[in-house]
Every structure is written in C-alpha cells, then in structure tokens.
C-alpha cells in the first residue's frame, strides 16, 4: 500500500478528485474548493508517480484503482463520489468495475473508456531531450517549451509541474521516466465486466474530441444509469476554460 500526497477541505458528502496524465492535485484546488463552499468534503488526490505522492516502478489502472480504494478505506468512507479528468477518469472507471460499492456517484471529465492514439509524444520527447537541473530560470524553460510545443495552454499546464531546486536548476514533480515506458498502459482501455449501475456523469468539452459520437454509444451501452453533458467553448481542459458551466452541471447532477 502506497500513501497518496492529498488535501482535503469541507465538510458533507465526500467527494474526491484525480488528475489527469502529467497533473496533480492543484489542477483542481480553485473548483474544489468551490465545492467545499457547497457542501461538501473534498479530497483532491495525487496520483501515483505523479505530485507529491510515492514515484513506483508500475503504473497502470488496475494499480491506480487499487490506491484510491486503499485511500477511500484508509479516510474511513462508506463510500465517495469520484471526480476524474482525463487519465484520471479513466482510473475512476476501473474504480467502480472493481468497487461499485464504494461509489455513490461518478463523473468522468472529458474522457472515454475507448483505447486512444499516442497524442503524447510531443510532450515526452521535449521533456525527456531536456536536462531541466541546468536551467536557471522560469522564463528559460517556458521558452525551451515554446519551441517545442504549440499548445499555449499545455504549456502552462507543464510549467505548473516544475520545482526548482535548493541548488538551482529545475525538476518535475512526475515521475517521467516510468510514464513514458508504461505509455501503453495509460492509453489502453478500461475492460467491463458488468453494465455500471451507479449514477455516472460524462461531461465532454465543446472544443475537445476526446469523447465523439461513436463513444457515446459505447458510453450509454456500459452505463445503466447515465447522463451526457456537453460543455459549451470548452477544451480538453474543461475545470479551467469553463468552471462555473461545469460547476452548474456537477451540482444539477448531484442534487
């Protein structure tokens, strides 16, 4: 059993959050703690080999299922409703396979249970050709990254997961190396055993094609109890492009 690094703040109905692929918990500290306004005790999770939480020498799904069931058991829940973003849905999807009882509630931010492309690389490569421990400023990395990366907003996203060292230089708060090789895993699809009965949001960006038509009916053939929502001028990175939209239809959905 591995401690995952977590915040937690509110009291109510225990809600917790998982990140997606290269994030942590600060992704989702400003609408979790609008959350916490409203009722509700949030836990926002670390993954492993990513944040603050224990780097390991495997990552795949079943594995991250497995930590948030020793964290759900460890924080004495009956039971919690799951948040997860991208990589992290899809940790919330194994999650209610392998302990349905442990989820009253599930959201799945912008992400199918499909098997998806390598749209990674561009990302690994400009991180992995880069020794961050020799650069001496913010500023050096961000424009390193300009070059390599189009995305602005990945961009941000990626300096967000940089520290800098006592001795100067820079490192991620990911663990790089061990993603990069389990690559596989994290783009794989999460297997079925059973239609889901447990209430489940999918919430899809506007903007985003992460989630198409032809998921959707793969989404309502999984889940019994499903609702389909679509965020109006939203990315990939729904909780940041549009947080009051997507804090509406969270709430509407929890009652």
Do not use: C
């Not at 509110?10 to 609008?34: A, C, V, Y």
């Amino acid at each position: 059993m591995i401690q995952l690094n977590f915040k937690s703040f509110g009291e109510g109905r225990p809600i917790i959050f998982l990140h997606g692929l290269f994030g942590m918990l600060d992704n989702w500290q400003t609408f979790g703690k609008k959350m916490a306004e409203n009722g509700y005790e949030v836990f926002l999770i670390d993954q492993r080999d990513h944040g603050k939480s224990p780097t390991t020498e495997a990552f795949n799904y079943k594995l991250l299922a497995n930590d948030l069931k020793d964290f759900v058991v460890d924080q004495g829940l009956n039971s919690a409703i799951i948040v997860g973003h991208s990589m992290g849905g899809k940790t919330a999807m194994q999650f209610v396979v392998d302990w349905p009882y442990l989820v009253d509630k599930l959201i799945i931010v912008d992400i199918a249970p499909k098997e998806y492309p390598n749209g990674h690389q561009a990302i690994f490569d400009a991180l992995l050709d880069y020794d961050l421990a020799t650069i001496q400023s913010r500023s050096e990395v961000y424009e390193y990254l300009k070059s390599k990366l189009e995305d602005e907003s990945t961009i941000q996203f990626l300096l967000k997961n940089m520290n800098r060292l006592p001795e100067g230089g820079y490192q991620l708060k990911m663990n790089l190396e061990l993603l990069y090789k389990e690559y596989s895993n994290i783009i794989s699809n999460v297997t079925f055993k059973d239609t889901i009965k447990v209430p489940t949001l999918f919430v899809k960006g506007a903007l985003s094609n992460y989630i198409t038509k032809d998921d959707e009916m793969v989404i309502k053939s999984l889940f019994a109890n499903v609702i389909i929502k679509e965020i109006p001028n939203a990315s990939h990175w729904v909780h940041a492009d549009q947080p009051q939209e997507l804090f509406n239809v969270f709430t509407e959905f929890l009652g």
